[in-house]
């Protein structure tokens, strides 16, 4: 009875229940838009530093992001080597620098430079990065429009010097909107007039069986000037910095914030103006013997049923959104656990929408019955 109740008091007014349920869809679209773009500019900062062959990144001091670091001075490597329980210890190098496209038009791009496997592209769709010529890059599809190519074979310069893409890649997103240029350490270096002994990052690999922390520690004493990361701590920095540092981060939760608030209010409001078109016969539900916890359910029964099936709306159109993301250079990550918490969010947030109504419920006279 107490299902079949509420669903009656909600259809009574039909268009006020779809105001309830246009309320829910927004704030579930606009909370899954603003987390799946904080979950994808999370995705984009770190991918390179998930994807680099290292344990320990060795940067100089004050780094704080993967695009921004200065050139280190070359003996950090050989001191590096000289730490017990360094297996190896790799240059890398990575720097903005101007495109030119085929129309003399620049953008800004982030060259990479690294060998050996350090930070090679993944999810290569076109051509083959083992297979790039000297003077062959690695891009993403996703910037085709950016840089101005066509495919395999396109032709640009950086710096005065030509260079042809090699291979495609798909997913590679920078967080800066500044693309991703993969080659070779030898061309990244003389396309920046960066000397060859020298790097933006040197990346240590620890043998293993050996304490990382403690190879960490160990490089802070042999190379002080520097800043030395485990791969955790680079992470963490880079978030650090893009996400919170230049406020990016926290606009896109202020929006999830405002969603949240939109929506609990919209669906508080109208379920508050449902009660009190059916206090009569809440009132006459207690003058019958029936609990207020009953008519409590009743009320939490409508909030159910409303945050289900405008979950149900809006997690359909979140999905939308986030499919039609995929290939542009901001997607929206919709996960699993993400779309499992909106349904927790959203239920809980009808739940305290009911408050107020459950506050009015209980402040009924049963008597009122027999006045009218």
């Known amino acids: 009875m107490v299902t079949k109740l ?8 039909r268009a006020r229940f779809l105001v309830t349920l246009i309320g829910i869809l927004f704030a579930v ?70 495109w030119t496209r085929g129309d003399t038009s620049t953008t800004s791009v982030v060259v990479v430079g690294a060998d ?79 000397p060859s002994d020298q790097a933006t990052f040197y990346l240590v690999k620890v043998q293993p069986g050996v304490d990382v922390s ?17 791969n955790a701590e680079f992470r963490q920095t880079n978030l650090d910095y893009w996400l919170f540092g230049t406020g990016a981060g926290v606009a896109l939760l202020g929006g999830a914030v405002l969603g949240l608030i939109i929506g609990t209010v919209v669906v508080a409001q109208t379920l508050y103006s449902s009660t009190k078109d059916h206090l009569a016969e809440f009132a006459t539900l207690r003058a019958l013997g029936s609990s207020s916890f009953y008519i409590h359910k009743v009320i939490l029964t409508q909030a159910t ?30 996960t699993p656990q993400l779309a499992a918490m909106l349904l927790v969010v959203t239920v809980v947030m009808c739940a305290v929408s009911a408050l107020s109504s459950i506050f009015k419920v209980t402040k009924i006279d049963p008597a009122m019955v027999f006045a009218r």
């Open 6 to 13: 509420a669903i009656r008091n909600l259809v009574h007014d």
């Open 29 to 98: 679209v606009l909370l899954a838009v603003q987390l799946g773009l904080y979950l994808g500019a999370r995705k984009m900062i770190v991918d390179t530093i998930d994807h680099a062959g290292g344990d320990i990144w060795i940067a100089a001091y004050g780094s704080n992001s993967f695009e921004q670091a200065t050139i280190l001075h070359g003996r950090e490597r050989f001191a590096a080597l000289s730490v017990p329980g360094v297996s190896a210890v790799e240059p890398l190098v990575a720097s903005f620098a101007p």
């Open 116 to 194: 050996n496997g350090t930070l090679s592209p993944w999810n290569v769709v076109e051509g083959s990065v083992s297979a790039l010529s000297p003077d062959g890059v690695a891009v993403d599809r996703t910037y085709a429009d950016t840089l101005g190519i066509s495919g395999i074979g396109a032709v640009a310069e950086i710096n005065g010097q030509r260079l042809r893409v090699d291979a495609l890649t798909d997913g590679i997103r920078s967080f800066t909107t500044s693309p991703y240029i993969f080659m070779s350490l030898a061309k990244a270096r003389e396309l920046l007039s960066v």
């Open 214 to 230: 403690g190879v960490k520690h160990a490089l802070e004493k042999k190379l002080p000037g520097t800043s030395i990361f485990t």
């Open 305 to 334: 049923v409303s945050a289900f099936l405008g979950y149900g709306l809006g997690i359909a159109v979140s999905f939308a959104v986030a499919q039609a993301s995929l290939h542009t250079p901001m997607p929206i990550m919709l």
